[in-house]
């Protein structure tokens, strides 16, 4: 059936390192890709999103790149900041009979001052 | 101001109890989503709709029922069939295929 599988967290990192979280994806059709973060104490929202091969997402200095060839969506950042710990979810949205999105089970982020 | 709202914020159910989790959107959106979201498993679909009158289930539908008569809303019961219940349930909406939106969630606790 249609999945996403992220790595596995937590990823610790210190202030102003690269972040690379992977995500890959299982899909009958063409989805949409997007990552949503949810930051301490509040809901899910938007980061990035993509809705067709090759296509890039970015947002406050976070970029992803829908590759279709190796069905992947792996999110990156070039320099993070602590503000950026949070849980990273990666999620496609497919239309089977009604357009459902699935989640990935969450990458959660700690940067160090 | 347009949101979703979910009610109540925590929940307890009594062994064999029904429970009802409400979702109330004013974005006028034709989607609505009901996930359940466990530590170390991320959100699971439980059921989805696209329009009034109409839904379907997702990968985790047994022991639950949606009903959607009203465009607006969106609630979810737990039945006593659902023999693991304790999650956090998150309601959403959306413009089909475009982001969701996410209400601020009901704890659900069984006493």
């Known amino acids: 059936g249609d999945s996403v599988t992220q790595m596995e967290g937590p990823v610790t990192l210190s202030e102003e390192a690269f972040l690379t979280i992977n995500c890959t994806y299982t899909?009958?059709?063409?989805?949409?890709l997007f990552w949503y973060v949810q930051y301490p104490g509040e809901g899910l929202q938007l980061l990035l999103k993509a809705t067709k091969a090759d296509d890039k997402g970015s947002n406050k200095g976070f970029e992803a790149t829908y590759r279709k060839e190796t069905t992947s969506f792996h999110l990156e950042k070039g320099s993070v900041q602590v503000s950026d710990s949070a849980v990273y979810f990666c999620a496609l949205s497919l239309y089977t009979g009604g357009f459902k999105t699935i989640f990935g089970a969450g990458t959660r982020l700690f940067v160090k001052a | 101001d347009g949101g979703i709202t979910q009610s109540p914020k925590y929940l307890f159910r009594k062994e064999g109890q029904n429970v009802t989790l409400s979702c109330e959107q004013n974005?006028?959106?034709?989607?609505m989503y009901w996930y359940r979201q466990d530590p170390g498993q991320g959100l699971r679909l439980i059921y989805y709709s696209q329009i009034v009158n109409d839904f379907q289930k997702g990968d985790i539908a047994e022991g639950y029922s949606v009903s959607r008569e009203k465009k607006e809303s969106f609630p979810l019961t737990v039945t006593s069939a659902q023999k693991n219940p304790t999650a956090f349930y998150l309601c959403?909406?959306?413009?089909?295929?475009?982001?969701?939106?996410f209400g601020s969630g009901t704890q659900l606790s069984v006493l």
């Open positions: 959403a909406s959306s413009i089909p295929n475009e982001k969701l939106f």
């Open positions: 974005l006028n959106h034709d989607a």
């Open positions: 899909a009958t059709g063409y989805p949409s």
